[in-house]
C-alpha cells in the first residue's frame, strides 16, 4: 500500500513539474527578447537584423503603459523578435555602457546616458522607440507612446526595408493593417 502511494505521489509530482516547465516556456515564448546593447552588439556580429530600442526612464508613466498594452501584444512580440534585436535602454542609468569600441557615460549635465542623448538625437523624451538598420546605423526616433495600431506600420515599414525605397507616408497609401 506504502508504495502505491509514493508511486501516485511521484506520479503527481512529475506531472506538476512538467506543467510548470510548460507554462514557463509557453511564458517565455511570448515576450519579447529583451536585451542589452552589449548583448545586441555582439549577436549582430553572429547574425545581422534590425534593432528597436526601447528608451525609457524608471518615472516615466506612459513608458510602463506602453510596456503593459503594446509590447505584451502577441503580434508586436512576435514581429520584433522576428525582425529585431529589441534593446531595453534606462536612458538615466549611471552604469557606463561600452558600445561600438566607447564607454558611453551618465551626464550629470544632461541628466542620461551620453548613448541616449546621441541616439535620441538630443531630443529627450519618453518613451521614444528607436530603429536602426543591421549595424546599428540610420536610427530613427520615434517619441511618443504607441499603441499597437500606431507601432504595426512602424515596425513593418521598417522591418521590410521600405524605408529604403518608399517614403512612409506614400507606402501608409497601400498599407494594410492586420493586428488588433
Known amino acids: 500500500m506504502k508504495s502505491i502511494i509514493t508511486i501516485l505521489c511521484a506520479l503527481v509530482l512529475t506531472a506538476q513539474v512538467a506543467c510548470a516547465a510548460d507554462k514557463k516556456d509557453k511564458a517565455e515564448k511570448n515576450e519579447i527578447h529583451w536585451m542589452s ?10 547574425h545581422p537584423k534590425k534593432v528597436l530600442v ?10 510602463k503603459v506602453m510596456d503593459k498594452e503594446t509590447y505584451t501584444n502577441d503580434s508586436v ?4 523578435n522576428e525582425h529585431y534585436y529589441a534593446v531595453k535602454f534606462d536612458a538615466e542609468q549611471k552604469t557606463p555602457i561600452t558600445f561600438q569600441g566607447r564607454k558611453w557615460e551618465f551626464s550629470t549635465q544632461n541628466r542620461a546616458n551620453e548613448l541616449a542623448i546621441q541616439i535620441m538625437q538630443g531630443k529627450m523624451s519618453y518613451p521614444t522607440t528607436i530603429l536602426m538598420d543591421e549595424g546599428f546605423t540610420n536610427g530613427q526616433p520615434i517619441p511618443g507612446y504607441q499603441k499597437v495600431f ?3 506600420p512602424i515596425l513593418k515599414y521598417f522591418g521590410g526595408n521600405f524605408h529604403k525605397s518608399k517614403p512612409y507616408q506614400e507606402w501608409m497609401h497601400e498599407f494594410k493593417p492586420a493586428w488588433k
Open 37 to 46: 546593447f552589449e548583448e545586441a552588439e555582439a549577436k549582430m556580429k553572429e
Open 54 to 63: 526601447d528608451v525609457y526612464t524608471a518615472w516615466c508613466g506612459w513608458c
Open 77 to 80: 512580440i512576435q514581429y520584433v
Open 150 to 152: 500606431q507601432m504595426e
